[in-house]
C-alpha cells in the first residue's frame, strides 16, 4: 500500500517561495503518475500539477510559470516548488498518486483528483503579509 507524509508547508509573504515535499513509503513511485493538489475549506479538491511515470508535466494555468513539479525516485519522493507565492495560493496541498497498471497518463493528465487513488495528509500553506 502507497502512502505519503507530506511537508514544506508553512506561512509565506506574498512573492516568496516554499518547496514541498512528499515522501512515498510502501512502493517505489516509478510504478506511479504523480501530482500535488490542493483544497481550501467548503471547496472542491484541485489539481495543481501532474506528473507521469515518463516524467510529463502538467501545470493548472493558475500556477504555469510559478510552480515546478519534480520526482526524485531513488529518495521514492516528490516536490513542488512554489516561486510567486500571491494570498490565493493560500490552501492544504496533498501529493496524490495513481498506479499506471490501472490508468494510462491519458486518463490522469487532466490532475483531476478523481482519478488519482493514494493520498498523503496534507501540508497547509498560508500566504500573507
Known sequence: QLQFVESGGGLVQPGGSLRL?????G?????????????APAKEREGVSCMSSGDTRTYADSVTGRFTISR??????????????????????????????????HMVAS?????YDYWGQGTQVTVSS
Open 72 to 105: 526524485e525516485n531513488v529518495q521514492n519522493t516528490v516536490y513542488l516548488q512554489m516561486n510567486s507565492l500571491t494570498p490565493e495560493d493560500t490552501d492544504i496541498y496533498y501529493c496524490g498518486a495513481a498506479d499506471v497498471t490501472a490508468a494510462s497518463w
Open 27 to 39: 512502493r517505489s513511485l516509478v510504478y506511479y503518475h504523480i501530482g500535488w493538489f490542493r483544497q
Open 21 to 25: 515535499s512528499c515522501v512515498a513509503s
Open 111 to 115: 490532475c483531476a483528483p478523481n482519478r
